[in-house]
């Protein structure tokens, strides 16, 4: 292996998934105004799947940001097992921390401000301590609660799990609520006060103008209390010099709900505007000019030129690249990083038949990230709603499937089923507003991932796949098989009782078939 491919490898390695404090080499490629807008005096919610770049950009607004503008990063992954009242605890005192540690750099060396922070602090640790055994007892009741619901359906499963928030779960964040009223009252209670020190902290300063409080992997929160958390971190920043910067996947977030007829959260376009950082296989072309610009950008630091980039892939090499991450960066690098160390030395050209190969276990791998990335009890309902489109998929021969818009508007269940299966790169959008040749309305396309027919090579004269990558791309989905209600109904009953065990089983013999 050449030494600038071992360099692009190592670059690889260390830059592909950003980490809190480490040494990072690659800029943040932005083919949009998505830094720019993100370093605005402006609540922002970046939205992205996995692996998109949600990280690095927040990333880049805390290293990039003017010097009377500071960030505080907090990655919420860390307190996804924490009970509703400790997660705004845990969140204001990393707040406060990070003030502490800085107050000389960026309010200077006042002695009342360090009393004030110490003060706060202390207080929050006592709530922190605060008995939560009573958190048992509130999950334990919702769980029989779940059980029972689940029970009185009985027969044969449906697909009626609400992916959102179901009225069991609002039953669940309420009882938790109330449950905890008065840690939650004594927070509310001293909200007001954290303004005013947040106030003399920039009335004192001469160097600070501004802080940003980031607020990434919010989905790793549970959902129920994602709205509750973002509304007291908006309230925290509304009329001081504070704004958050949340990076959360768009279909596994709840930003804001209803509580009592009284609302609940941060709304878009009203508390904060959104940042969308997703590019979509809709658009292939822009989405894979994303991608060559990122590998470009890698392969510059690693000291190769843009036509030894290039060189990298034969044939269909770099588009099924682009196909098998779905259109995301760090999917592609790491498919990238692993075709690469599959070849032998001398011949590190990627071709179609490198990527079918990998494809697979991406897809695996895509499984157990959304069973980490997503609560226990969606996970039958999501692996379920895998395998009956999958079954779809196989039986109709086809890898593109479309559902009515009207579908997708009136049944809540189908929609929230496929927007986090989108979310979690299990199917992938391939196109938004489409005509069918034979049934009247819209409709929307998505593409299977193809992990889940890599290896269907002795039906490939049978299976008609869809080359997205065409400029006739949409024309050709509008013959595309349509996937009804009743139909998903249908297969998701279907699904064997071990859906995830049979889903794996299927896709690793198919070709023994």
Not at 16 to 36: C, E, M, N, W
Not at 177 to 186: C, M, Q
Not at 366 to 383: F, M, N, P, Q
């Amino acid at each position: 292996m050449s030494a600038p491919i071992a360099n692009l490898r190592k670059l690889i390695q260390e830059n592909s998934r950003i980490q809190k404090g480490a040494s990072i080499q690659i800029d943040y490629v932005d083919v949009t105004h998505a830094l720019a807008d993100a370093t605005t005096k402006q609540n922002h919610v970046v939205f992205g799947r996995r692996g998109c770049g949600k990280s690095l950009l927040l990333e880049k607004v805390r290293k990039g940001t003017d010097e009377k503008i500071r960030a505080i990063y907090i990655n919420c992954e860390d307190y996804k097992h924490h009970s509703f009242p400790n997660v705004l605890v845990e969140i204001l005192d990393a707040v406060f921390t990070e003030i502490e540690t800085h107050l000389g750099g960026w309010f200077g060396k006042k002695k009342k401000l360090k009393t004030l922070v110490g003060e706060l602090r202390g207080e929050l640790s006592t709530l922190r301590a605060k008995e939560d055994e009573i958190t048992k007892k509130v999950k334990s009741k919702a769980e029989v609660e779940n059980k029972k619901s689940i029970g009185a359906k009985g027969g044969v499963p449906h697909l009626q799990a609400d992916l959102g928030l179901s009225s069991t779960q609002k039953k669940s964040i309420e009882a938790e609520y109330e449950t905890f009223d008065d840690k939650i009252r004594e927070l509310n209670q001293i909200l007001p006060r954290l303004k005013r020190i947040i106030e003399q902290f920039f009335v004192l300063s001469q160097k600070v103008e501004v802080i940003f409080v980031e607020l990434d992997d919010f989905y790793q929160l549970r959902r129920p209390i994602q709205p509750y958390v973002a509304d007291y971190v908006h309230r925290l920043c509304k009329d001081v010099p504070l704004f958050f910067k949340i990076g959360t996947l768009r279909h596994a977030s709840s930003l804001y709900a209803d509580r009592h007829q009284q609302p609940i959260g941060a709304q878009e376009r009203h508390d904060y505007q959104p940042i969308n950082i997703d590019y979509t296989l809709a658009d292939f072309k822009k989405t894979s000019e994303q991608i060559r610009k990122i590998l470009y950008e890698y392969a510059n630091k690693a000291g190769m030129k843009k036509n030894e980039a290039d060189a990298l892939f034969k044939g269909e090499g770099f588009n099924r690249l682009v196909l098998a991450s779905g259109g995301v960066p760090r999917d592609f690098l790491s498919l990238l990083l692993e075709a690469l160390s599959e070849k032998p030395a001398g011949d590190e050209r990627i071709g179609k038949d490198d990527v079918r190969v990998l494809s697979l276990s991406t897809f695996q791998h895509r499984i157990e990230e959304l069973k980490a990335d997503s609560e226990e009890k969606d996970h039958d309902v999501l692996i379920r709603g895998i395998y009956a489109i999958r079954k779809l998929c196989l039986d109709r021969k086809n890898n593109v499937f479309l559902v009515a818009d009207r579908t997708l508007q009136e049944r809540s269940a189908i929609r929230d089923l496929l927007n986090r299966l989108v979310d979690y790169r299990i199917i992938h959008l391939v196109g938004n507003a489409l005509t069918h040749k034979s049934q009247p309305g819209t409709f929307t396309a998505y593409m299977i991932d193809i992990g889940a027919y890599a290896n269907l090579r002795k039906l490939a004269n049978r299976f008609r796949e869809i080359d997205v990558t065409a400029s006739n791309s949409k024309e050709q989905c509008r013959n595309a098989p349509v996937l009804d209600g009743l139909t998903l109904e249908e297969f998701f009953a279907a699904a064997p009782s071990n859906a995830e065990a049979q889903l794996l089983k299927e896709t690793e013999d198919i070709d023994e078939e």
